[in-house]
């Protein structure tokens, strides 16, 4: 169910579904990206890492995130543009690790149209 402007609040919680993270979602965003970095690409040099194993690109783990917050479906048809981002890397994400989203609503203001707001 879409929400607007005026159905939310400062403060206000959601949390998305699990989503893993597989070797072929993986090796796929390294192949798109280019960034073959071989903490993402080569189990025998991630095994000597300070991780012990491969972990999944920052920026893929990102890009899972924002389909997780589409996948809540709480901004169908209401959102028009996503003006910013905070993001906190809470530790590595690792092959078959699944995550989950959670947002808050951080602030609300009109826009200077006044027909609609800012979140």
Partial sequence: ????????????VFESVGRTVTDHDVMT??????????LHTDD???KKSNFGTRIAHG????????????????????AIALL?????????VKIND?????MT???LRE???GDRGIV
């Fill in 1 to 12: 169910m879409a929400l607007f402007y005026e159905d939310l609040h400062v403060g206000q």
């Fill in 29 to 38: 965003f390294a192949g798109i990206s280019g960034d073959f970095n071989q």
């Fill in 44 to 46: 025998e040099f991630a």
């Fill in 59 to 78: 920026i893929l783990v990102l890009g899972i995130a924002t389909g997780l917050t589409q996948r809540m479906g709480i901004f169908d048809g209401s």
């Fill in 84 to 92: 910013g981002l905070e993001w906190d890397f809470k530790g590595p």
């Fill in 98 to 102: 699944t995550i989950y989203l959670r």
């Fill in 105 to 107: 609503i951080g602030s």
């Fill in 111 to 113: 826009s200077k149209k």
